[in-house]
C-alpha cells in the first residue's frame, strides 16, 4: 500500500469520526417537533440581532454556525480536500503502455 492511500484512508476516518459525532451530538427535536409546515415569516433585521448586536438564538445565522459548527467545519475541510484532489488528479500525466 502507498503512504497516500494510507493518509488518504486515515484522514478519511477522523473526518467520518468527527462528522458522526457532530450529527449524534445536535438535539433534532427542535427541528422535528412538527410534521405539518410551519409559516416561515420575512427576515427583519431584528429578528437576527438583539439590541446589543448579538445573535438572536432562534434565528438562522445561530443556528447554522452556533449549533451545527462541529458539522460545518469538517463539511468544509472535506470540500476543500475534494477541490484539491480534483486538481492534483487532473493534472497526473498518464502513464501507457504503447509496446502493442
Known amino acids: 500500500m502507498s503512504k497516500k492511500v494510507v493518509i488518504g484512508a486515515t484522514v478519511s476516518v477522523i473526518l467520518l469520526a468527527v462528522l458522526v ?20 415569516p420575512d427576515i427583519d433585521p431584528d429578528m437576527v440581532y438583539d439590541e446589543n448586536g448579538e445573535l438572536v438564538e432562534n434565528s438562522l445565522a445561530y443556528t447554522v454556525f452556533e449549533k451545527y459548527g462541529i458539522v460545518l467545519l469538517p463539511l468544509a475541510l472535506l470540500m476543500f480536500g475534494a477541490m484539491i484532489g480534483g486538481v492534483c488528479i487532473s493534472r497526473e500525466e498518464v502513464e501507457s503502455d504503447d509496446t502493442d
Not at 21 to 40: C, H, L
Open 21 to 40: 459525532v457532530g450529527i449524534a451530538t445536535v438535539d433534532w427535536d427542535d427541528y422535528t417537533s412538527s410534521d405539518t409546515p410551519q409559516e416561515i
